[in-house]
């Protein structure tokens, strides 16, 4: 009769704990405070489906760019890359849509059916086809209606910082001659003067010939008057100049960042900010045009010391965050009740008289030190000294106040080098941000615990190592990311497949995967801590994958040391991702059980650590088991 193969003898007083929740890390403190379910060294692993976790996919090298990726960005389905100075549309063949850019990271937004690319240097404009400066396609305004040839006149339209023409509308009169202009300080540029006819009609009118410049005083001499209007109570002409204003353009083309808002909590406005030499200032275009900002739209934001360093919308305000104001009023609220038919666009009501986005309240709490770190899942989340945080309401009053997340990562994230340069996305529900070579992810998805405890509110943290990113995008094909050497990422999306657990530093036909190094650490001290511990076995339930394999490691003593019959390797029958290396000649599918007995005794607290380093193998935790005797009182202990 065969032998039975048990772990431990029926008599004996075997306790068991176990767990099938699996968390995310916790790297906040003492290794006492952390629950069972989480870990205080998982690397390289992932929410899978709720309360389970799984090794992360691997990322492929999809081209290489000239230098490094300063941003990537979506626009109809096609992907932009920002590379060094040069600006690139991405595919099989990239096509360099511009040069002379600033060579440093830049930010986006999508308005008006354009791509608005802001790098510090010059606003951009991509429509799909080219990339052009917007002062290329500034708005002209008119500044003045119903202008007397002697000046006056009812003032219309703000002037637009982007470009220098403006125009001015006059209502003539028979005799005059002499028309003053809104301004002074004429530049060189060609002087544009249409004149209405008897017939309601515009012409032409040139200058040296119908009329000349004073270009110092902004007066225009007619050789013969205008007239007064055809039209009873409707200007007749109009003269288009220019007046050099860079001081003003540099206003908005030194501007790196902004966020599209509007009226009424809309996003038909592109509001901008980040230019040092106005860094408590940011400025706000026309309804769907950012290629008019005018000259009254703007806002002084908080203290002069204190740069805004980005933006969220919170509910249906424009929250503007600064680094740190000396109050600590570092979140400051806009709204504006303006109805959208009331401003701009050919109204019957003048600009001036349109939307006015007033400070409606402030937010106390730490300022924002990272202005890549902004991102949205369910509520505003960013980086501040203090850690991971969000703009979160309150339950009763629905009043909005700083709430820290990431509580779990805080202490490892912020001793990072240079972290003031995090870059960060939202991607499936999770928060990524990229720094050092490193990815923190908070999953927004699992609601906060809302244990009375001091880690309520915490989102589940995890963090990947071994990734080169400088930035990070989320695209509709997938997660994406550049690295300082030009290149420009993709992580695999399918989790089931194999030939997904592997990073490549190139693309994946040319080879050399390197495996990816998983790991989850649970620390162990039976139900009582102060108890010494007979390890008697480990069980391990893997989720179900093609073929995956598990070492386990114990600490003990300060030193680890691999438990060499606990590990294992497991696979199901799948034809289409068949591995005879690793084939176990099982069709299960299910969550595959590898269990050992292990002999460590004397030990009142250990640290098991589960890992999968091989290529091509998924590698998912669903239950974890360990069987001990308690005797006694701790004791020195050995393996």
């Known amino acids: 009769m065969p032998k039975k193969n048990t772990f431990l003898s029926p008599g004996s007083p075997v306790k068991v704990i176990k767990t099938g929740f699996f968390g995310g890390t916790d790297l906040s403190g003492a290794d006492a405070d952390i629950t069972r379910g989480r870990s205080r060294n998982a690397v390289n692993m992932i929410r899978d489906t709720p309360g389970k976790v799984r090794k992360r996919t691997g990322y492929y090298r999809l081209r290489l760019y000239p230098g490094r990726v300063n941003g990537i960005f979506e626009f109809r389905?096609?992907?932009?890359?920002?590379?060094?100075?040069?600006l690139w549309l991405d595919g099989e063949e990239p096509r360099l849509l511009r040069a002379g850019l600033a060579d440093t990271i830049s930010g986006f937004a999508v308005l008006g059916g354009r791509l608005w690319i802001l790098d510090g240097v010059k606003l951009l404009c991509f429509d799909g086809e080219t990339a052009i400066d917007a002062e290329d396609i500034a708005y002209v305004p008119t500044v003045c209606i119903a202008r007397a040839p002697a000046g006056?006149?009812?003032?219309?339209?703000?002037?637009?910082?982007?470009g220098s023409k403006r125009t001015d509308s006059f209502l003539g009169t028979a005799d005059a001659t002499a028309y003053q202009l809104s301004f002074g300080g004429l530049s060189s540029e060609e002087i544009s003067v249409e004149v209405m006819t008897s017939g309601g009609d515009w012409t032409k009118l040139y200058e040296g010939v119908d009329f000349s410049a004073e270009r110092s005083s902004g007066c225009l001499i007619f050789a013969a008057a205008p007239g007064a209007s055809p039209v009873t109570g409707e200007d007749n002409l109009r003269a288009t100049?220019?007046?050099?204003?860079?001081?003003?353009?540099?206003?908005?083309?030194?501007?790196?960042?902004?966020?599209?808002?509007g009226a009424l909590g809309g996003s038909d406005r592109l509001f901008i900010s980040g230019n040092s030499d106005l860094p408590d200032h940011d400025f706000y275009s026309q309804v769907n045009n950012p290629a008019y900002f005018g000259d009254l739209w703007y806002g002084v934001m908080g203290q002069e010391g204190s740069p805004v360093t980005g933006y969220s919308v919170i509910g249906r305000q424009l929250a503007a965050h600064k680094r740190g104001d000396s109050d600590a009023?570092?979140?400051?609220?806009?709204?504006?009740?303006?109805?959208?038919q009331d401003y701009g666009g050919g109204n019957l009501l003048s600009p001036l008289m349109g939307a006015r986005f007033l400070i409606t309240d402030v937010i106390q709490g730490p300022g924002t030190i990272a202005p890549k770190s902004f991102g949205?899942?369910?509520e505003p989340i960013f980086l501040t000294p203090e850690g991971v945080c969000s703009a979160s309401p309150r339950e009763t009053t629905n009043e909005r106040y700083i709430k820290n997340r990431g509580a779990r990562i805080d202490k490892a994230l912020l001793s990072e080098p240079d972290i003031q340069n995090a870059y960060a996305c939202v991607h499936e529900g999770f928060y990524t941000l990229a720094v050092n070579n490193k990815m923190y992810l908070l999953d927004t998805r699992v609601p906060p615990s809302d244990a009375p405890d001091?880690?309520?509110?915490?989102?589940e943290a995890y963090v990947w190592d071994s990734?080169?990113?400088?930035?990070v995008y989320s695209a509709e094909t997938g997660l994406y990311f550049g690295s300082a050497d030009g290149g420009l990422y993709r992580f695999f999306e399918d989790a089931d497949d194999p030939a997904c657990y592997c990073d490549y530093d190139g693309p994946v036909e040319d080879g050399g995967g390197r495996a990816i190094s998983a790991r989850w650490d649970f620390d162990f001290s039976g139900t009582g801590f102060y108890n010494n511990k007979r390890v008697?076995?480990?069980?391990v339930r893997l989720a179900p994958a093609a073929v995956s394999s598990l070492e386990v490691f114990v600490k003990a003593d300060g030193a680890w040391r691999e438990l060499p019959d606990a590990g294992g390797k497991t696979g199901c029958f799948s034809f289409e991702k068949l591995v005879f290396s690793e084939f176990g000649f099982s069709s299960d599918t299910g969550p595959r059980t590898l269990s050992s007995k292990i002999r460590i005794e004397g030990a009142s607290r250990l640290t098991f650590s589960l890992r999968n380093s091989k290529p091509g193998q998924p590698f998912g935790l669903s239950e974890i088991a360990v069987g001990y005797i308690e005797r006694g009182k701790d004791k020195k202990y050995v393996v």
């Open 77 to 86: 389905s096609q992907l932009l890359v920002h590379s060094a100075t040069e």
């Open 152 to 162: 006056g006149g009812t003032p219309f339209e703000p002037v637009n910082m982007l």
């Open 241 to 261: 100049y220019s007046v050099d204003n860079p001081d003003y353009a540099d206003r908005v083309n030194k501007c790196k960042f902004g966020i599209c808002y």
């Open 329 to 340: 009023r570092n979140i400051i609220l806009r709204y504006s009740s303006a109805p959208e």
């Open 376 to 378: 949205f899942a369910r």
């Open 454 to 459: 001091e880690a309520a509110g915490q989102y």
């Open 467 to 471: 990734i080169p990113a400088r930035v």
């Open 536 to 539: 008697r076995f480990i069980s």
